[in-house]
């Protein structure tokens, strides 16, 4: 079943209902399914959560993965985790299971399509400063932009649009060229190659969520902590934010 | 040739050329970094953890100079603006 045509960049061009200047294109109602998974989900599983060690499959399956992500968090962090949490683990799992359920046959991607991941860079843009300044305070948090030197200050700035920008373009360009790729060989060589190569897609999906949450946790680490590591090691110089 | 085939030959060939050049470097670069990060881990396989994730956060960058190329080579073969902008013209 093809929904996203082969001469398609995204999702976002295929229309499936249009209604004046309402405009529901493949992309929303994938990300809406996506997060209405997610939410039921999570209500049915945590409605019988039980403290004992009889607990059910799902309950497991959900500490095992929220338990995982929060000491991957910890391990960046340094100062706990628990701050960080909600916003890294519900970008990890919504990109997770956006990407991962691409072997339903008729599912397409939504973060195959450049407005959703633009919409998931824009939002690790805005958490930086938000995390930042809440940890440091205005000032401290501003003087990071200014911290070897003033002339940094146009490469710092320069650095936090870049790396937005690379953030957004890598989830894209990995989902969007897997799923071109796999198109391709549908019509060189149909029955098996393809088969294989959604079985990688699962390997890079996986891979592309880690990737994602572990750099805006980096970003927001590095924004939220450098001044405060500085000041300990009694260095000058504290860990520079890593550009791109 | 008009310049529906001129166009149409560039955007192909360029699109080849930038996937074939563009892909020489962070190929390279990661041959490197996983060459380095496999003889850290089995110097000190202790600290496997924190090296496996800068490993991958740095294989993310490197990857994403590859990814820029690929996505304006997809952009020239799918969404081309001059292409389109020609057709355009011609057909109205």
Redesign the interface.
Known sequence: MEIVAINQISPDQVILFQWGWIVINATLVYTWMVMGLLVVGSILITRGLSPERAMSRWQNLLEVILSNVRSEIGEIAKDGADNYFPFIGTLFLFILFSNILTFIPGYVAPTSALTTTSALAVMVFFAVPIFGITKLGVIEYLKEYFRPNVIFFPFHVMGEFSRTLALAVRLFGNLMSHEKVIAILLAVTPLFFPIVMQALGLLIGLIQAYIFAILAMVYIASASQSHEESEHKGKKHGQEAPEK | MDSISIIAMASIITAGLCMAIGSIGPALGQGRAVHSALSSIAQQPDER??LT?TL??GL??I??IA??C??IS??LV??NPFWTYIVKKAGG
């Open positions: 953890n924190s994730r991958f956060v993310a960058m990857e994403s990814i820029y690929f996505v997809m952009i799918f969404a």
